[in-house]
């Protein structure tokens, strides 16, 4: 079902691509846009034990619409690059989980989540985090990533 990547020399192997997903500060979730065009952008996550990959965010907008209509997804996230101009190249690594959304989440995944978001963006304030996630807990929406398949690229260049 999913497309092998076609240049064997650079796979990210399933282990180093999994560790990238997991450090990542960021990555860029694309979907299908009710109007016919991709719609990506780019979104805060944390990945957790189970393999699942958690977002937060409204509980309305253009992106659940989206995920309504088709909850099918990918998600990307870019570690370290290094453009090396006198070879025309970049030094690169990716890695791409593909896989559907799950919305509607019960309370305790929810609050769950939260948790794991602030645990990895702001270690050391964990008390705080727990009051501002009771503060907008009723306001947050949370999305579960189920991962189905991850693809990894790299190019290293010395």
């Excluded at 189970?50 to 088709?70: P, R």
């Amino acid at each position: 079902m999913f497309t092998e990547i076609r240049r064997k020399d650079r796979i990210l192997e399933n282990e180093p691509a999994v560790r990238l997903l997991e450090g990542g500060e960021y990555g860029f979730l694309a979907m299908a846009g009710v109007n016919g065009f991709g719609y990506g952008i780019p979104i805060s996550y944390v990945l957790d034990n189970d393999g699942h990959i958690y977002f937060h965010c409204a509980q309305e907008g253009y992106k659940l619409e989206c995920l309504k209509l088709n909850p099918k997804v990918s998600f990307c996230v870019v570690g370290e690059t290094r453009v090396i101009p006198q070879q025309f190249s970049t030094a690169y690594e990716s890695a791409i989980a593909f896989g559907t959304i799950r919305m509607d989440l019960p309370e305790e995944e929810r609050l769950l989540a939260l948790r794991l978001l602030a645990k990895k963006y702001s270690p050391d304030f964990e008390e705080l985090g727990e009051k501002y996630i009771a503060k907008s807990f009723h306001r947050t929406n949370i999305l579960r990533l189920d991962i189905e398949h991850i693809s990894g690229k790299c190019k290293r260049i010395k």
